[in-house]
């Protein structure tokens, strides 16, 4: 079966740190650029992330440039979100996606995300 299948999500104190996971099955995630995406309640789905093909190329948006890191694992066909310093702004359910093509400079336009995951959530609070 051909899926993207999020994890690790939980709460985390401000200033902590978290790691996601974006297992992939049914296709070899290194083929294609993954992205990671996240959305807060009554907010519009945020594109954070996008691994190239190879990590050839990563792009973080400017809201977590700096703080967040994202690599990849092939032997275990899965891309990693590593979150630290998370801030209250950072609660969302996040989603990795399989982009159409290898290689992203950007997010590049949704429509070329066709796979996507069920989301893990992540709650930052004291």
């Known amino acids: 079966q051909v899926q993207v299948v999020e994890s690790g999500g939980g709460w985390v104190q401000p200033g902590g740190s978290l790691t996601l996971s974006c297992e992939a099955s049914?296709?070899?995630?290194?083929?294609?650029?993954i992205g990671w995406f996240r959305q807060a309640p009554g907010k519009e789905r945020e594109g954070i992330v996008s691994?190239?093909?190879?990590?050839?190329?990563?792009y973080y948006a400017d809201s977590v440039k700096g703080r967040f890191t994202a690599s990849r694992d092939n032997s275990k066909n899965t891309v990693y979100l590593h979150m630290t310093d998370v801030k209250f702004e950072d609660s969302g359910v996040y989603y990795c996606?399989?982009?159409?093509?290898?290689?992203?400079?950007?997010?590049?336009?949704?429509?070329?995300?066709?796979?996507w995951g069920t989301g893990t959530r992540v709650t930052v609070s004291s």
């Open positions: 996606a399989k982009n159409r093509w290898g290689t992203l400079l950007t997010m590049g336009p949704v429509e070329e995300w066709d796979l």
């Open positions: 049914g296709f070899s995630a290194d083929r294609f650029a």
């Open positions: 691994v190239s093909k190879g990590s050839g190329n990563i």
